[in-house]
């Protein structure tokens, strides 16, 4: 009798649990957090459209991997470091999420990464730049889809840095703008950096620091640049101080294409990018440019495209572990993992985790039939011929 109401009472409390466990069983929860809202918005409503659009295209168009449903929940971060750090663990402790995506800004990211290691969950950062956040900041738990510092810089490197070319930077005073004038100040080889411009983030008036870049330049012989580093704003309004009596060129990065509307008072200016939905040829971006054209009637930007990629990721990651989505399994299955983006190929270097992947040299061309400066491909440089530092001290 005894034993008859063991089995019951087990029986009981299987009946009781099942449905809970099944339920949790059948689906892999992800927390996004990024920028809905603040500084970045525009950049972080990019990455969300992005991450679902190549969550659809990944699996298919039914949001399943392995046999579980894929939920996205999304959080907004505001641009704030405290903000951030306080909806991922709520994400892991709170809703449970196997994994999260985001955020938008560095110094959030940067608030973040201790989170994850704590709860020993997996963040994918997306499309937060900052070096450190696979440097000296990383833990085993941190993957990045999004380029980082290093790979802008050492591109734009490798565009700009030729005999006799003396170069100045004006940049954003934080993580984002240091990190990046780090890595390019170490990849220049042949021409000589001569000043470092640091500048407020939120900076409209430029006329003080511009004027500080032409004492620095103007005079010198051979051709002298400019190099921005800038995220939001509208930093080509030192052009209006009439650089060119100086001979003064302006270069900088690839960016979203509202910001490439000023380009095209650059016509001919270099640089490297990241992305731009004319360059890349493959089955992935082909796929995205015609989803994004069919749902919004404009092309994908820089940022849908890194949203797409850290779907992509997600999916193949998932799709190897046959839906297990533990850290450990994950980390083991994500490490030296490649996988197709609308870029090409990436692969998640095994010692930082950092996503190896192709940048962009371009030339600014005007064409009347587009509303930003058109990047013309020079040459596309594949991760081999960038030596990315590796900076996690792992």
Do not use: C
């Amino acid at each position: 009798m005894h034993r008859r109401t063991l089995i019951a009472l087990a029986a009981l409390a299987t009946a009781f649990v099942s449905p809970l466990a099944l339920s949790q069983a059948k689906e892999i929860k992800i927390a996004h957090i990024y920028s809905k809202t603040g500084p970045l918005e525009a950049y972080g409503k990019q990455t969300a459209t992005g991450f679902m659009m190549g969550l659809d295209y990944a699996t298919g168009g039914t949001m399943m991997v392995a046999g579980k449903k894929i939920v996205v929940i999304e959080k907004d971060d505001q641009g704030k470091p405290d903000q951030g750090k306080s909806l991922l663990a709520a994400a892991y402790g709170d809703d449970k999420v196997d994994l999260a995506v985001g955020p938008t800004a560095s110094p959030v990211a940067l608030a973040m990464l201790p989170v994850a290691e704590e709860y020993k969950k997996i963040l994918l950062v997306e499309p937060a730049v900052a070096d450190s956040i696979t440097g000296d900041k990383w833990n085993k738990y941190i993957f990045r889809t999004g380029r980082n510092s290093s790979q802008d810089a050492i591109s734009n490197a490798v565009a700009l840095d030729k005999e006799g070319v003396t170069i100045a930077t004006m940049a954003q005073d934080s993580a984002f703008g240091r990190d990046g004038v780090k890595a390019f100040k170490e990849a220049i080889k042949k021409g000589k950096l001569v000043h470092e411009e640091y500048l407020p983030p939120a900076t409209t008036d430029f006329t003080a620091g511009g004027q500080r870049l032409i004492d620095k330049l103007k005079g010198l012989p051979g051709r002298k640049v400019i190099f921005i580093i800038w995220a939001g704003g509208n930093p080509f309004k030192i052009a209006d101080m009439d650089l060119k009596r100086h001979g003064i060129e302006i270069a900088t990065g690839g960016n979203i294409l509202p910001a490439m509307a000023s380009y095209k008072n650059f016509p001919g200016m270099e640089g490297a990018a990241y992305y731009y939905f004319g360059i890349p040829k493959n089955p992935v971006n082909e796929a995205m440019v015609s989803r994004h054209y069919k749902q919004f009637k404009a092309p994908p930007d820089f940022f849908t495209a890194g949203g797409f990629s850290a779907a992509m990721a997600v999916v193949t990651a998932l799709k190897k572990s046959n839906g297990d989505a533990s850290a450990n399994t994950l980390i083991r299955t994500m490490e030296g993992m490649s996988f197709d983006t609308p870029k090409g190929k990436m692969t998640f270097r095994k010692e930082d985790h950092q996503a190896m992947q192709s940048m962009y040299h371009f030339k600014i061309k005007v064409d009347p039939a587009f509303a930003w400066g058109v990047p013309e491909l020079v040459h596309e440089i594949k991760p081999e011929e960038m030596a990315i530092p590796i900076k996690n001290k792992r």
